[in-house]
């Protein structure tokens, strides 16, 4: 078992990565937002955590926290401004935001242009990984169970409603961006310290496509939906290996059959089935009353 674990390690380690990816998209769904600005937050993240490892030898730890904060931080300055936007116009807006961050990044001395950043300290585990997803997943069971979640998920079934009832719209909605904001900039660092090296191509527009899908493929009814949309979409490209270049028809195959089948992501299967057997149940017990 423990040979199959590390044979298998990097792509566990990817799974979590994507986890968190997921559920930093999962909150700005939530409250009604289409962004697709998480790549760029992802390499704001990945970079800083890299630059302070690498010139002040920070701990691993205040590296990770200080690139969560600067994410942040940005997410609330950008989130005001440009969630002004909606639906197509707002993804749009996020994805302006992602090649922007990547052009800067591009063109700074300081993180070595199109060449990326290399001699990272390996500083991050699958362990890691493990305690930063633990710790988002408790915070969002705590989070969806209080009035202010509650208030973010009614602002995303309807946004007008919420305006009338006198809720601070604006407010909750920046704050969804710039948590996910957070996040995604926590999976970069991260992840940014298990790879040696990050160049801005990882962090384009593919990628902001690739995080949506995640969360899509697994739907957003629960915080698991997301979870479980990363860990298969992940892990189809290994599982599938054996057929080269074909895989990547089983990866597209499998999109294609969610959204026709399942539009509101793979956890539907199961509220489903749920569904079906308290239907059974009460069907049973009207059958028993009429006897």
Not at 14 to 36: D, E, F
Not at 96 to 113: H, P, Q, S, Y
Not at 253 to 268: A, C, D, N
């Amino acid at each position: 078992m423990f040979d199959f674990l590390l044979s298998y390690s990097n792509l566990f380690f990817l799974m979590g990565i994507n986890a968190l990816l997921a559920l930093s998209v999962y909150i700005t769904l939530k409250a009604g937002l289409l962004t697709m600005g998480h790549a760029g937050f992802m390499a704001i993240g990945a970079y800083v955590s890299s630059l302070l490892s690498i010139h002040t030898g920070m701990p691993f730890i205040l590296n990770v926290i200080a690139a969560m904060i600067l994410a942040w931080i940005i997410g609330i300055l950008i989130g005001f401004p440009i969630l002004k936007l909606h639906g197509v116009y707002l993804a749009i807006g996020t994805v302006a935001f992602t090649e922007l961050v990547r052009f800067v990044v591009m063109n700074m001395k300081i993180t070595r242009g199109a060449l990326g950043l290399t001699g990272i300290p390996k500083d991050s585990t699958i362990l890691h990984v493990l305690i930063a997803l633990c710790l988002i997943i408790y915070f969002f069971i705590v989070y969806e169970k209080s009035q202010f979640g509650r208030t973010l998920i009614a602002i995303g079934e309807d946004e007008t409603a919420a305006r009338a009832l006198g809720i601070k719209v604006t407010f909750h909605k920046v704050f969804a961006f710039s948590t996910g904001a957070a996040i995604a900039g926590l999976a970069g660092a991260i992840s940014s310290h298990y790879t040696y090296i990050i160049s801005p191509k990882e962090y384009g527009f593919h990628m902001a496509v690739t995080i949506l899908l995640f969360t899509l493929f697994g739907g957003v009814r629960n915080i698991w939906g997301p979870i479980l949309g990363a860990i298969i979409l992940t892990s189809l490209p290994e599982i599938f290996r054996w057929l080269g270049d074909f895989r990547l028809l089983i990866y597209g195959t499998s999109l294609l059959i969610i959204v026709l089948f399942l539009p509101k992501g793979i956890i539907e299967i199961f509220y489903r089935r749920k569904e079906q057997k308290l239907n059974k149940k009460v069907v049973e017990e009207q059958q028993y009353v009429g006897s």
